[in-house]
C-alpha cells in the first residue's frame, strides 16, 4: 500500500480514499495504483514495481495489465513480447521503498472501454498492439529510465546511494538431504552428511558485470581472497523453512504473473552445496526464467577422489528425490515444472523420477520438459530400465551428450568400460520419446562436463527448450541441425561451432 502521507498526490487531490480490497487510492476521477508489473521475451524478463495514476476513466479491473503493457511501452523500448501485472506484492516485485517506476496518464470512457475489451479477449500481443492503438506512439522517456536499473532482468535489483545498479539478487528454494551444521553462514550451513530432508531458500547475488554462462568468483591472481557481490557470484543468505512455507512461497512464485513455473535443478558428483546453489542461481538468471527456482541437494562429498562415495550417496538419495518430486508435482496443479539434471545427478533424479510414477502415474502431467545433460548413467540401464518408464508418455525429454567429456570417459573407464549415456559418438543413444543432442562442437572447458551451464551456445538453446518448450525441429532454425545416419538413427548437434 502507498504511504499516503508522503506522496505528492496528496499535496494535488483533495478528498482522497484508500481502497483496501483494490489496493489503490482514488480521488474523482483519478486513481493511482501501486502494481508489480513484468514484460518477457526470450532475452529478457523485466519486472519492477510501477505507481500508475490514471486520470478521467475507471481502469480497475483491467489495471495491473495496463500499467504491465506501458512500461513496456514507456520505459522497456517495447522489448516484451507478453506482459503481466498484479497488485504490488513485495515477494514477486522486490522490497523497494518506493516505486522504480512512475507514470501518469489521462484516458476517456471509450479509450478505457476499448482496450478492456482486448483484456477480455485474452490476447497478449494483441493488448499490447491495442495500447499503441488507443495511446499513439510512446512519447520520448529520458535516457537514464529506459536503464536495466530500474527493471532487473531477474530478481530483485541492489542500487547504490545514487541509484545506480550494483548487483542482482536471485532466489533459489532448496531441499536437502544433507545435514545442517553450527554454521550460521550460507557456505557452510549444510555439510555432506546424510540427513533428512530440510527446506528452505538461499539469495544468490549475481554483480551487474556478470557474463552469460559464468559463475564468477574470487581469483588470487587478482588478489581476491573474499567473495564481494559487486565482482563475484555469491551466496549473500540462507534461510529455513518449514516445509509448508515452502511450499507456500514457492507456490506464489510459480503461479503470479502468469503462471511461468518451476524449474528444478539436480547438481552432479563432486558438488558442495553453495557450488550447486551458485549454479542453480546463475541457470535462473541466465535462462530469465521468471517462476520458482528449485534447487535439490544430494550429499556429494564434493571431493574429486571420491566418486564411488558419491556413487553410494546418490544411490541412498533415490528415495528422498521421489519425495521432493512428488511434494513439487503437488504445489501449484496446472503449473508447468521444468527439470535440469547434471551428471550423477541424472541418477538420482531418474531413479527418483521412476518410483514416483510406479507409485503415483498421474503426476507426470505436472511436468512439461526434463533436461538430462551430460548424464553419468550406464547407457544400457537407461535404454532398458529407466528410458521405458519416462519417455513418450508425458513431459518432453531432451538429452545433452558430447564426446569430448573427459569426466564421463574416466567414468566409463571405472565402471569397466561401460559407456554413458551422456557419452556421443557411434554408440550415441537415439530413442523414440527423446531429443538427442549432440554438444561436441561447443566450447568448453577443461573437462568438458559442465557445458550445460558454461556454455552460451547451449544455454541459448536450453532457453527454446525450457522458456518456449520448441521440439528440435523448432530450434532448427536457429542453434541445431539435423543428423540422420542409417546406423544411429535421427539426432540433432549444434551447428557450425
Known sequence: MLNVARTPIRRIFCGLFILTAASFIAAANAAVFDLCVRGTSLE????????????????????????????????????????????????????????????????????????????????????????????????AVAPETRTKDLAPDIGTAVVDANGKLRYHVVRVYYTTNRNQTASSTPDDHYGRDRAPLSFGFVNVALPKSHELGHVEAPSIWRLEFTADPDKHVMLQSLKVLDEDAWRAEIAKRATSLDNPGILVFIHGYNTSFPDAALRAGQLAYDLKFAGATVLFSWPSRAVTLEYTADEQEAEYSYTDMKIALASIATIAPGTPIYVIAHSMGNRVFTQGFKALLDEQPGSRRAFKQIVLAAPDIDAEVFKRDIAPKILGRGPRVTLYASSKDKALQASSSVHGGYRRLGESGANLVVMPGLDTVDASTVSTEFLGHSYFGDSGTVLSDLKYVIRKSWPPEERERFSLERVKTTVIGLYWRFKGQ
Open 44 to 139: 529478457e524478463t523485466r519486472t519492477a514495481r510501477l505507481q500508475l495514476e490514471v486520470v478521467g476513466a475507471d481502469v480497475a479491473a483491467f489495471a495491473p495489465r495496463l500499467g504491465a503493457a506501458l512500461a513496456n511501452r514507456r520505459f522497456w523500448d517495447n522489448r516484451a513480447e507478453q506482459v503481466f501485472g498484479s497488485i504490488y506484492d513485495a515477494d514477486l516485485c522486490g522490497e523497494e521503498v518506493a516505486p522504480q517506476l512512475q507514470l501518469k496518464i489521462e484516458l476517456t470512457a471509450q479509450q478505457a472501454h476499448d482496450l478492456e475489451a482486448e483484456v477480455t479477449r485474452g490476447s497478449g500481443s494483441g493488448f499490447l498492439a491495442a495500447v499503441e492503438h488507443t495511446l499513439g506512439v510512446a512519447p
